[in-house]
């Protein structure tokens, strides 16, 4: 399966974007799917995931109450809604798809890895 992430670009703090995550070659509505990030001079770090059927959304502490990640299944796309965003925010963000039904925080979980898109949040 191919992923190709976008939606990223240039916002102010406060602001808000919405990131779309959309599989080619062949479904993964039965596959859980993660937002990862990473900030220049900084390792990968997780986001969100969600489970196969939109259930169980987890995410990293930092985002919480700020990001909301879902998927719609019937157009093979996964979303990550970014709002109250801080300049700390700024990263690669890349959607990733497990190969199981649930995955959580750990990379090695995901099988699949979009290109990325850049969010870059200006104070």
């Known amino acids: 399966v191919q992923l190709q992430a976008s939606g990223g670009g240039f916002v102010q703090a406060g602001g808000s974007l919405r990131l779309s995550c959309a599989a080619s070659g062949r479904t993964f509505s039965n596959n859980a799917v993660g937002w990862f990030r990473q900030a220049p001079g900084k390792e990968r770090e997780f986001v969100a995931s969600i489970s196969w059927n939109g259930g169980l959304p987890s995410y990293t502490d930092s985002v919480k109450g700020r990001f909301t990640i879902s998927r719609d299944r019937a157009k093979n796309t996964v979303y990550l809604q970014m709002s109250s965003l801080k300049p700390e925010d700024t990263a690669v963000y890349y959607c990733?798809?497990?190969?199981?039904?649930?995955?959580?925080?750990?990379?090695?979980?995901?099988?699949?890895w979009g290109q990325g898109t850049l969010v870059t949040v200006s104070s």
């Open positions: 990733a798809a497990a190969l199981s039904a649930f995955s959580g925080p750990d990379s090695a979980g995901y099988r699949y």
